[in-house]
């Protein structure tokens, strides 16, 4: 009897029918080479263990335990899994055709849009960390109907990358609906990622000097004249969002209220409803089928889900980029008084009284609130006089890298643990928080350290609010379901704004639509600075540097895993970490007086590690992984390999 057998399909049973061709892009989908939380340095795409070292700590947004000096992902980190998916959209682009007739024509346009924009995806991916690659837009039948050295395809110019990413964003933005499934692409996320890739590719035309050709190509670099119509480009395709609805989210927003424009920031992150119209592509979870280990790996101790806790302390560097955060007339955080003395708080949190509300939804700072408890954090206590008129003077000198356990700092009392005692006996008694049973005695160390030694938990006094779910329940490691916000209508804007001012500076005023190029940038800023609790810009003059986009894209994405890509992109990696050493905030108690004191410093040597970062330039391209070299002759390295 000649029956098939039933778990052997053929290209018919797949790509035949909308049914089959779903499946075969819901795999596609699942291998997006996209930087959520399952993505890692040493890793890549797809790992399920806890993270020890985050994007986030190579860009001094924040400082990890177990991250320093250098990092970048391997050379063969992505190159193999990406041309598989390549080649297996090249299967179903050319192979759909065939099957017209079984779809529908939104059918037929939305699977093959979605295929396009997978592409795209992957390109992009690859293109912004290798530059020139070798493009292929068909299938290679090896050993079928193809020779060995058919499948040896040199790298195209990055110029012709770019422009490729740019074409197949524009097929998907043409074929894909104006609403989709939820983690799949609709018009308007591949308009939001056309605005992301051609805002990386004019940048790179216009700040990279990198420039290498080979076999008459321009691997890395773009020419610069090609600025333009790049930045262009991603401002016309951020304009294409503006046409799907969405807008930033503002459901437990409220003008005026700081608690609630805070609230409002940290739940971005975790509304999966309709109530949510800044989402545009993302990534989701799901217990039982996939889970991520984000909470279990940036926790404060005393709310840990799973054993760990943070491997995240967002830096002083980080935080004094916020509107209304205390600083000196160096611009850095001012935590000393006119006479050099520490300034002191009743409590923590009255330092950052007027900070912007986005500071607050997006870091835990000493005795923030989060899951209906206070976080306390405290490195020590200092048990020495405090005179009437006078203060207590720095426990350390400026710039000092030591641990504090080894300067013999008089009346300063430390310990290697969270929560470490002895209790030491208060003056008086003291309040802790808002509502708290008054206390005559405290131990050494805060519930959440920070501690200078092995164990988990932070080496700084700050932790992480982003992405944190409050109600998951403790335990729970390795079983996070919160969605990653891959591109959403805030970045959208921010591109925008950066794009059109970069075309001011290279002499263009107004868009093809009638818009002033600098009005709508300083629109698309002052709409963010508004949801974020910050001061408004007065009017479009005040934008008078790229940096207050910059600046403002940093404090919006923090955390996202942009900032890295930003960096490179602009071009300032090296600039920004050259020996660098970032500092962390370290919170005192003076049993004294009753009175919390912020001492920052760089951040101490632990175990080895002296945390100074310095940024390899030949990195803005990595390498190409040495098999692929090896495999085929027609490849040549990225400069400097």
């Known amino acids: 009897m000649d029956i098939p057998p039933k778990n052997i399909f053929n290209e018919k049973d797949i790509f035949g029918n909308v049914e089959g061709a779903t499946s075969y892009l819901a795999r596609l989908y699942g291998v997006l080479p996209m930087e959520d939380f399952r993505y890692s340095f040493e890793h890549g795409f797809g790992y399920s263990g806890a993270m020890y070292r985050q994007m986030c700590c190579a860009t001094g947004e924040a400082v990890g335990r177990d991250t320093q000096g250098f990092f970048a992902e391997p050379g063969s980190n992505m190159w193999d899994a990406a041309y598989k998916t390549i080649r297996e959209i090249n299967l179903l682009i050319e192979g759909l055709p065939k099957y017209k007739s079984g779809f529908s024509d939104s059918d037929y346009n939305t699977v093959l849009g979605e295929a396009y924009f997978i592409r795209a995806y992957v390109y992009f991916a690859m293109v912004k960390r290798l530059g020139g690659v070798p493009k292929i837009d068909y299938v290679i039948d090896y050993p079928a109907n193809a020779t060995l050295e058919d499948t040896w395809t040199p790298r195209a110019s990055e110029e012709e990358c770019w422009d490729f990413i740019g074409q197949d964003l524009d097929l998907a933005i043409a074929g894909l609906p104006d609403k989709n499934d939820s983690g799949r692409a609709t018009r308007y996320a591949a308009a939001a990622l056309k605005s992301r890739a051609m805002l990386y590719a004019g940048s790179i035309a216009k700040y990279n000097t990198v420039s290498e050709e080979y076999l008459g190509k321009r691997i890395c670099g773009i020419p610069a004249e090609r600025a333009v119509d790049y930045f262009e480009a991603a401002y016309k395709a951020s304009k294409i969002v503006d046409e799907g609805g969405y807008s930033l989210y503002k459901a437990k927003w409220a003008a005026g209220n700081r608690d609630a424009q805070a609230e409002n920031f940290a739940a971005l992150f975790l509304d999966e409803s309709s109530a949510n119209t800044e989402t545009i592509f993302a990534r989701y979870y799901k217990e039982k089928f996939l889970t ?23 830096t002083v560097d980080f935080i004094e980029m916020f509107d209304g955060v205390e600083l000196d007339a160096d611009g850095k955080f001012g935590f000393l008084d006119e006479n050099g003395y520490y300034k002191l708080y009743d409590n923590p949190m009255d330092a950052f009284a007027n900070a912007e509300p986005r500071l607050l939804g997006t870091v835990i700072l000493p005795m923030s609130k989060f899951k209906d408890q206070y976080i306390e954090i405290r490195r020590g206590l200092y048990t020495g006089k405090v005179e009437e008129g006078k203060g207590i003077s720095r426990l350390i000198k400026e710039g000092e890298t030591a641990a504090y356990e080894t300067l013999g700092l008089k009346d300063v009392q430390l310990t290697g643990n969270f929560n470490g005692g002895p209790a030491v006996q208060l003056k008086t008694p003291y309040t802790p928080y808002p509502g708290a049973t008054p206390v005559t005695s405290m131990l050494i160390t805060g519930l959440n350290g920070p501690v200078n030694g092995w164990n988990f938990g932070n080496i700084g006094g700050t932790y992480l609010r982003k992405y944190l779910d409050p109600d998951l329940e403790n335990n729970s490691g390795g079983k996070s379901t919160q969605h990653w916000i891959d591109i959403r209508y805030a970045e959208v804007l921010l591109n925008r704004a950066e794009a059109a001012y970069e075309l001011t500076q290279l002499g263009k005023t107004t868009s093809e639509d009638g818009d002033s190029y600098r009005d709508e940038a300083f629109r698309c800023i002052n709409l963010i600075r508004e949801r974020a609790g910050a001061d408004l810009l007065a009017s479009a003059a005040d934008l008078n540097s790229v940096d207050i986009v910059r600046r403002e894209r940093r404090k919006e994405l923090a955390f996202e895993n942009q900032t890295y890509w930003d960096l490179r992109r602009w071009r300032i990696f090296y600039d920004e970490q050259n020996t660098t050493r970032y500092r962390i905030l370290m919170p005192f108690f003076a ?51």
């Open 591 to 641: 049993t004294d007086v009753n009175k919390y004191f912020f001492d920052v410093r760089f951040t101490e040597p632990r175990a080895g590690y002296n945390y100074i970062f310095t940024y390899d330039t030949r990195y803005y391209y990595q390498p190409l992984p040495s098999g692929e070299l090896t495999k085929n002759p027609n490849l040549k390295n990225n400069p400097g390999f």
């Open 292 to 314: 991520h280990d984000y909470d279990n790996s940036v926790q404060p101790r005393s709310t840990s889900t799973g054993g760990n806790d943070s491997e995240v302390s967002p």
